[in-house]
């Protein structure tokens, strides 16, 4: 099974790169519908790769959604990497004009009754998140998009404010 990636750096347009595990420390890499095998390893100070004749080794740090690295004696770049589900909700995100935000707040002071997600938790779209009841009915709370759940700020049981944070999502 690949996983799917959208890899950039710079001002440069960002490219689809499937990443498939062939096993034995091999993977077939895609870069817009071209494929390579290449051989890859750890090491205590870095990264190497082996594609044909070809060996890179390196250093590599990771910082959010960018990637430093840096071959050998060689002078570094840095390349941003996301997973194509990210990709997507960003690019989603930005055709909405920002309206969609890293993160839910209460639009109402109540109790909560359920919490139905925990950080880490992959969410789509329309999910239940969680369910506050207030005036004797309960109202659920649910994506507005696809994202992984990086806080839940509230437990069940708990009485809530108006703004109070429910849950915050990771973005890019």
Same mark, same amino acid.
């Given at each position: 099974m690949?996983?799917?990636? +959208?890899?950039?750096?710079? @001002?440069d347009e960002a490219?689809? =790169?499937? /990443? !498939?595990d062939v096993g034995e420390g091999r993977? +077939?890499? &895609?870069?817009d519908g071209r494929s390579r095998e290449v051989r890859a390893w750890t090491h205590p100070t870095g990264v190497?790769? =082996? !594609?044909?004749?070809? *060996?890179l080794e390196g250093h590599v740090e990771v910082d959010d959604s960018a990637v430093y690295v840096r071959p050998r004696g060689g002078r570094g770049q840095r390349v941003h990497c996301l997973s194509e589900r990210t990709w997507k909700l960003r690019q989603a995100m930005e055709a909405?004009?920002?309206?969609?935000k890293d993160r839910v707040t209460s639009p109402m002071a109540g109790k909560v009754v359920l919490v139905a997600v925990?950080?880490? $938790? *992959? =969410? &789509?779209?329309?999910? &239940?998140?969680?369910?506050? !009841? #207030?005036?004797?009915m !309960?109202? @659920?709370? +649910?994506? @507005?998009? $696809? #994202? &992984?759940?990086a806080e839940v700020g509230v437990a069940a049981g708990e009485a809530i404010e108006v703004g109070k944070?429910? /849950?915050r999502f990771e973005l890019p």
């Amino acid at each position: 099974m690949s996983t799917l990636y +959208r890899v950039w750096s710079g @001002e440069d347009e960002a490219r689809q =790169v499937s /990443v !498939e595990d062939v096993g034995e420390g091999r993977y +077939r890499v &895609t870069v817009d519908g071209r494929s390579r095998e290449v051989r890859a390893w750890t090491h205590p100070t870095g990264v190497g790769l =082996v !594609e044909g004749a070809r *060996v890179l080794e390196g250093h590599v740090e990771v910082d959010d959604s960018a990637v430093y690295v840096r071959p050998r004696g060689g002078r570094g770049q840095r390349v941003h990497c996301l997973s194509e589900r990210t990709w997507k909700l960003r690019q989603a995100m930005e055709a909405a004009g920002g309206s969609q935000k890293d993160r839910v707040t209460s639009p109402m002071a109540g109790k909560v009754v359920l919490v139905a997600v925990q950080p880490g $938790d *992959v =969410v &789509t779209k329309g999910q &239940t998140l969680l369910i506050i !009841e #207030a005036m004797k009915m !309960e109202n @659920e709370i +649910r994506a @507005e998009a $696809d #994202a &992984t759940v990086a806080e839940v700020g509230v437990a069940a049981g708990e009485a809530i404010e108006v703004g109070k944070l429910l /849950v915050r999502f990771e973005l890019p």
